[in-house]
């Protein structure tokens, strides 16, 4: 066992200790997220790139626990600026531990608005998410639970294959909520060329891969090149022009 996997199983079990057999029965909530921090150079000396990755890693998946409760399914620039007053800027106290599943260090940036960055620092985050303390937040902002969404299915996991784009992978993940239906989407591993994600929501394997199709956005297409039910898995080959 590596000294990463040593720590992050400590954190578990002094947390365990420290709040006592309540926590055992608390809601908790796994989530993969991936953190991008756009560098200025202007801001490189007074900022930690990882750290800022980090924490935007931790806010997509305190955040996306948050919309499930609210029954949205969607992060539009609306709903970020309703989330931020409702929980505040400090994620720490809605998680109950994070880690780092990879550090992609900086690369080029693949989409970004300002001229100045032209680099970003890209880490994969585990965020155990305290369910009960996000519903608090929520309950007291006046935010209403939506109980009539859909019972969902176990997790399809979706390869894409040939999405190079950092933007068109973040527009894929958003439309598979947006405009697919799923109520959460997690990204299993990423890589440049490759990224496997899991998605739960009211479909199975074939429909979730008609829907994919059916996709399409800035610059990019998708085309099913394997389905396999039993499994419950699909490979979608990512068409993209440049």
């Given at each position: 066992?590596?000294?990463?996997?040593?720590?992050?199983?400590?954190?578990?079990?002094?947390?365990?200790?420290?709040?006592?057999?309540?926590?055992?029965?608390?809601?908790?909530?796994?989530?993969?997220?991936?953190?991008?921090?756009?560098?200025?150079?202007?801001?490189?000396?007074?900022?930690?790139?990882?750290?800022?990755?980090?924490?935007?890693?931790?806010?997509?998946?305190?955040?996306?626990?948050?919309?499930?409760?609210?029954?949205?399914?969607?992060?539009?620039?609306?709903?970020?600026?309703?989330?931020?007053?409702?929980?505040?800027?400090?994620?720490?106290?809605?998680?109950?531990?994070?880690?780092?599943?990879?550090?992609?260090?900086?690369?080029?940036?693949?989409?970004?608005?300002?001229?100045?960055?032209?680099?970003?620092?890209?880490?994969?985050?585990?965020?155990?998410?305290?369910?009960?303390?996000?519903?608090?937040?929520?309950?007291?902002?006046?935010?209403?639970?939506?109980?009539?969404?859909?019972?969902?299915?176990?997790?399809?996991?979706?390869?894409?294959?040939?999405?190079?784009?950092?933007d068109a992978f973040e527009a894929i993940r958003s439309a598979l909520v947006s405009e697919v239906g799923a109520v959460r989407v997690e990204t299993l591993g990423f890589a440049r060329e490759r990224q496997l994600?899991?998605?739960?929501?009211?479909?199975?394997?074939?429909?979730?891969?008609?829907?994919?199709?059916?996709?399409?956005?800035?610059?990019?297409?998708?085309?099913?090149?394997?389905?396999?039910?039993?499994?419950?898995?699909?490979?979608?080959?990512?068409?993209?022009?440049?």
């Amino acid at each position: 066992m590596n000294r990463e996997k040593v720590r992050w199983h400590w954190v578990v079990g002094l947390l365990v200790l420290v709040m006592g057999p309540a926590s055992a029965w608390a809601d908790l909530q796994r989530v993969e997220a991936v953190g991008s921090y756009g560098i200025s150079d202007k801001l490189r000396s007074r900022v930690t790139p990882r750290d800022e990755a980090v924490q935007k890693a931790v806010w997509e998946g305190v955040s996306r626990v948050a919309l499930e409760e609210i029954g949205e399914f969607s992060s539009t620039e609306e709903d970020v600026v309703v989330l931020r007053q409702a929980l505040g800027k400090d994620m720490l106290p809605y998680t109950r531990s994070f880690r780092i599943l990879e550090d992609k260090g900086e690369s080029p940036v693949l989409f970004e608005e300002d001229p100045d960055i032209s680099t970003e620092y890209i880490v994969v985050v585990e965020v155990l998410v305290d369910v009960d303390r996000v519903r608090s937040a929520l309950n007291q902002a006046g935010l209403t639970v939506d109980g009539g969404v859909q019972a969902v299915n176990e997790p399809i996991i979706v390869e894409l294959i040939g999405v190079g784009r950092y933007d068109a992978f973040e527009a894929i993940r958003s439309a598979l909520v947006s405009e697919v239906g799923a109520v959460r989407v997690e990204t299993l591993g990423f890589a440049r060329e490759r990224q496997l994600l899991s998605v739960v929501g009211p479909f199975g394997p074939d429909e979730l891969s008609a829907a994919m199709q059916r996709l399409a956005g800035g610059g990019w297409s998708l085309e099913t090149i394997g389905i396999d039910e039993f499994s419950r898995r699909i490979r979608v080959q990512g068409l993209i022009v440049p």
